[in-house]
């Protein structure tokens, strides 16, 4: 299978992007994306105001929340 192109960033609005569909290609032959509105969002550019933070103890987990003004998202790291 020939490798694929890394698809560009999109800017999208956290509440859009909560809200689209997920989507799989059955024969695979793209990857994982989100459909918002007639957009397939392969990657995002996320901007938007830290509200909320949290490490664990031993430094194994951390999140952290952001609101871009329409929605607010919880990215976390382990």
Do not use: C
């Not at 890394?6 to 459909?35: F, N």
């Not at 929605?71 to 790291?77: D, N, Q």
Request: glycine content about 6%; hydrophobic content about 35%; proline content about 5%.
């Amino acid at each position: 299978m020939p490798m694929q192109q890394r698809q560009p960033a999109q800017q999208v609005w956290m509440h859009d992007l909560l809200q689209g569909a997920d989507e799989t290609s059955p024969d695979e032959t793209e990857p994982y994306h989100i459909v918002v509105g007639d957009k397939k969002i392969f990657r995002v550019s996320v901007i938007g105001t830290v509200v909320d933070s949290y490490v664990n103890a031993d430094n194994s987990f951390s999140s952290i929340t952001l609101d871009d003004g329409t929605a607010t998202m919880r990215m976390k790291a382990f």
